[in-house]
């Protein structure tokens, strides 16, 4: 099997695998907790009236960031068989039983007679059902057989137990199969090209047999006599069995599915045990030598892939019971929709979101492990135009916050190498921060310096070109402080126009969209001003040419200014995404000009983007729907967005800010003021 992986992807794996080794996931340290679980599960057998423990914990494929629960299961003393052959004299039974209304994957339980290998088809207490084939069924969700105490919370068929803030132990009742389910059957004689699992551990997860959960599908007319079968004991075994890479692999997908899945998509769609299947089908389907840390970002990429095309399908296959489909009732609809568009837009990204994992720090440890770009193009192949381009652009994104000194941009300039296009570009990034300066200055005197301001104009309609939207979104933001409500609409409309879905935006720049503008005859240059939507920068030198929504952005942190040769740094910037900001700016108009319907647009885009895109700043993008918000008189609505800001970024948020002045207000309002 050939693989076409990109050379930089090897580098980032490798250095991606050694920041998971950090936090908890070396090879070593994984066989010491799978060896504690083992031993904690003989304890718990022998002391605790047979109770199992499964789930991630036991699987050990989580992390203290993931905060995964405890799944510890409480067998019930019934003995359930799959045929009468098995049926033994005075010993309460239930037999596995099923029709063609019975959804794969789920089975009903019928009473059998404690004397006789019969079936009971009457019913004479309150534990018994009909069903629609007038079989005395077991009635799974009986309220006080699987509930322990009404202290208890419950997620579906757990009872959940809070141990403390960050541990908690989900109990299950259930039943034990000790026989292989035959709705899994096909699994035993599965043709596997690559051989995993190999045999031996097919045999040892045979005699597992499986576990049965009182919970109906909730699609059936019949889901509360139906119990769902988990093969959770094999499922253990074969995550024991990963190899250190698909160990990893597989912890990285639940990371991402909580850090970039879970906010826009919501906990209850995607969850672990997709993950998990994702990861059996595609180890299944792959050669063992594919799985090594320096293809970790590529496998990791893979599973995406497999889960987006399941997304698109509304399909994803049991893998024990492919006839099960685990999407249904979750997958459809606007929730389809939204997961195929983060899938989508992390595929892009070519790992560029692994930086911005939160999670045990890896994203934090990520960068400071690279010491060139995270995502560095294969530029053996380009010109040094576009190494220039990715040297531009890896300033403006992982910094965030360059601002070129006059001897830097000269010595720029006065490389042969660079050709006359790009130095003119880079002069236009310049002048358009300059301009924006020197209007702020001039705006701060008590009687304004309109010859000063007329030079500041001059400069930011120069730097207007500098790429797509970030200059012209500058210049609009000028003309909407000097009040110049007309010509500012005509900017952004300007903007609108040139905004297309061509537009590379930060976020979501990959090389191959990259290479597509290079394959289109495109210049660097042009690619740049005509392609490319760079984030909105502004310094407290700018202070007075932005709107007062930005202000508590450039003053969120006391830490002072730090210099080097070539940049002027400082954590006292405010920092934009383009689409965000020019939304913004359009309700700014809207509002000031009282045009209702067309302030409301610019609002709900405003969301929509927020809420679809991946953004570089999105504390900042929460930070301005909320003062939004604010000048709506949502205050309540607000102050949630606020507090949803504080959780992407607890330091250095400019929301401590507006929540403070939200607080004042509602002080001022109960006190009649």
């Known amino acids: 099997m050939t693989l076409n992986i990109p050379e930089y992807y090897k580098g980032v794996s490798l250095r991606l695998s050694r920041v998971l080794d950090t936090v908890g996931l070396r090879e070593d340290i994984r ?62 039974s239930l037999l596995v039983v099923s029709d063609e209304n019975t959804p794969a994957g789920y089975v009903k339980l019928q009473y ?33 057989l699987f509930r322990l105490t009404h202290a208890h919370e419950y997620h579906g068929p757990a009872n959940t137990s809070i141990f403390s803030t960050s541990v908690s132990v989900d109990l299950v009742y259930a039943l034990r199969l000790l026989t292989w389910p035959y709705q899994a059957s096909e699994w035993l004689t599965r043709n596997r090209r690559y051989n995993w699992p190999p045999q031996e551990t097919i045999d040892l997860i045979q005699q597992t047999g499986a576990l049965l959960v009182p919970v109906g599908h909730k699609r059936s007319q019949e889901k509360h006599m139906e119990w769902r079968l988990s093969i959770s004991f094999g499922e253990k075994l074969l995550v024991w069995q990963f190899n250190s890479t698909q160990y990893k692999c597989y912890i990285l997908l639940k990371i991402i599915k909580k850090s970039f899945v879970k906010p826009i998509v919501g906990k209850d769609v995607l969850s672990s045990y997709h993950c998990k299947t994702c990861m059996f089908y595609l180890i299944e389907s792959t050669p063992t030598d594919m799985w090594k840390p320096d ?5 990791l990429e893979l599973c995406l892939r497999l889960l987006y095309n399941w997304t698109e399908a509304a399909t994803c296959p049991n893998y024990f019971i492919p006839e099960e489909n685990m999407f249904q009732c979750k997958v459809y609809g606007h929730v389809q929709g939204r997961l195929l568009c983060v899938l989508r837009n992390l595929l892009s990204q070519e790992g560029r979101y692994l930086a911005r994992i939160s999670c045990d720090n890896i994203g934090e440890k990520i960068v400071r492990t690279c010491q060139s770009p995270l995502m560095e193009l294969e530029i053996e192949n380009l010109n040094v135009g576009t ?15 360059v601002i070129c000194l006059p001897r830097t941009l000269d010595r720029l300039l006065s490389s042969h190498m660079i050709g006359l296009e790009i130095k003119t ?62 010509v500012a609409e005509d900017v952004l409309n300007e903007i609108h126009a040139n905004y297309t879905y061509k537009t590379l935006c930060l976020s979501c720049l990959s090389k191959q969209d990259l290479q597509d503008r290079l394959n289109e005859n495109l210049t660097i ?32 942190t006391t830490e002072s200014k730090t210099y080097s040769e070539d940049y002027q740094y400082t954590k006292s910037l405010a920092r934009v995404d383009p689409k965000v900001y020019l939304y913004f700016l359009e309700f700014i108009c809207h509002y000031r000009q009282n ?33 939004c918000l604010r000048e709506e008189g949502k205050l309540m609505n607000a102050y949630n967005i606020l507090c949803k800001s504080m959780k992407q970024t607890e330091e250095d948020n400019a929301a401590k800010w507006q929540i403070a002045t939200l607080i004042n207000a509602a002080f001022r309002f109960l006190r009649g003021g």
Not at 602 to 623: P, Q, S
């Open 295 to 299: 293809n970790l970002l590529f496998c």
């Open 112 to 144: 059998v007679k404690l004397y006789l290998p019969q079936p009971i088809y009457s019913t004479n207490s309150d534990m018994e059902e009909i069903d629609r084939y007038g079989r005395s069924v077991f009635f799974c969700n009986d309220s006080d």
């Open 425 to 486: 570009v880079l002069w236009k990034f310049y002048y358009s921060n300059i301009g924006s300066k020197l209007a702020s200055k001039s705006l701060s005197r008590e009687f304004p310096d309109q010859q000063g301001l007329d030079m500041a104009q001059e400069l930011l309609l120069w730097g207007s070109s500098s790429d797509v939207a970030s200059g012209k979104l500058k210049l609009a933001a000028f003309y909407l402080v000097l009040d110049n409500l007309d």
């Open 31 to 92: 066989w010491q907790k799978i060896n504690m679980w083992i031993q904690t599960q003989k304890m718990t057998s022998v002391t605790l009236d047979g109770q199992l423990l499964l789930g991630s914990q036991a699987e050990t494929s989580t992390t203290p960031g993931l905060q995964s629960d405890i799944d510890t299961i409480i067998p019930l003393p019934v003995t359930v068989i799959q045929n009468l052959e098995s049926w033994v004299p005075e010993v309460p």
């Open 595 to 627: 045009r209702t319907s067309h302030k409301n647009v610019a609002l709900v885009n405003m969301i929509y983007v927020i809420k679809r895109d991946f953004l570089n700043h999105e504390d900042t993008a929460l930070n301005l729907l909320a003062y």
């Open 525 to 556: 240059s042009q690619i740049i001003r005509h392609c490319t939507a760079f984030p909105v920068v502004y310094g407290q030198s700018e202070i007075k040419c932005f709107p007062k929504a930005l202000i508590p952005e450039v003053f969120r």
């Open 387 to 401: 190494i220039l381009f990715v040297s531009v652009f890896y300033q403006l994104s992982i910094l965030n916050c």
